[in-house]
Every structure is written in C-alpha cells, then in structure tokens.
Nanobody, 127 residues
Framework: QVQFVESGGDLVQLGGSLRLSCAASEFTLDSYGVAWFRQAPGKEREGVACISVGNVRNYQHFVKGRFTIARDNAKNAAYLQMNSLKSDDTALYYC?????????????????????WGQGTQVTVSS
C-alpha cells in the first residue's frame, strides 16, 4: 500500500526552525513531484512548496526565503526546512505525491494534482 509518513512537527518558539520529513513506501519517490501542504484550523488546505523530479523548486510567496524543500531519492524521502517561523505557520503539514514528474501549474491552489497524502505532522509556533 502506497504510504507517506510525515514527522518532525513540534511546538517551537516564534522565529525558530524545524525540519519536517516525509518517508515514502511502496513506490519510488524519484518518479514523482512532491509537495508540502498545510491546513490551519478553520482554513482551507494550502500548498506551501513543491519539488519536481528534476529538483525544480516552487514556493508560495508567504514562505519564500524562509522554507526550503528538498528530496533525497536514495532515502525515498522529502523534507521541508522551515526557518524564521511565524505564528501564521501553525498548521498540520502534509506531504503529497504529484500525479506527474513535475509540479503542476496550479500546484499551490488545488490538491487535485496530487494523488497520495500522508496523515500530517503538527507544527505549532508559540509567541
């Protein structure tokens, strides 16, 4: 069964850093684009960052310069390094597999281009 398992979420202070991990099983991640999404209470799920098979990275404007997405095909995993965390970054963070090798044009606006999702890892930023 295809699975994603996220880890690394935690309670962190304002301005702090966290590194989220996403481990894939039952498929090889190197054939797919991967994205991180997040969902805060009462809000819709939103795309945060996406990385293609060719390591082309895309970021939403609200995390650009603070977050870095990466992949390690040898470990069949993807990562999200989050620095300078803000209160607005508090959310449940998910990784998701793209239906293709790239990050689709509308990757950040809709979850539809992604077919498999993890259960999420909670990030809470305290002030």
């Amino acid at each position: 069964q295809v699975q994603f398992v996220e880890s690394g979420g935690d309670l962190v202070q304002l301005g702090g850093s966290l590194r989220l991990s996403c481990a894939a099983s039952e498929f090889t991640l190197d054939s797919y684009g991967v994205a991180w999404f997040r969902q805060a209470p009462g809000k819709e799920r939103e795309g945060v960052a996406c990385i293609s098979v060719g390591n082309v990275r895309n970021y939403q404007h609200f995390v650009k310069g603070r977050f870095t997405i990466a992949r390690d095909n040898a470990k069949n995993a993807a990562y999200l390094q989050m620095n300078s965390l803000k209160s607005d970054d508090t959310a449940l963070y998910y990784c998701a597999r793209s239906r293709s090798r790239i990050c689709p044009k509308n990757w950040g606006a809709s979850p539809a281009p992604f077919d498999y999702w993890g259960q999420g890892t909670q990030v809470t930023v305290s002030s």
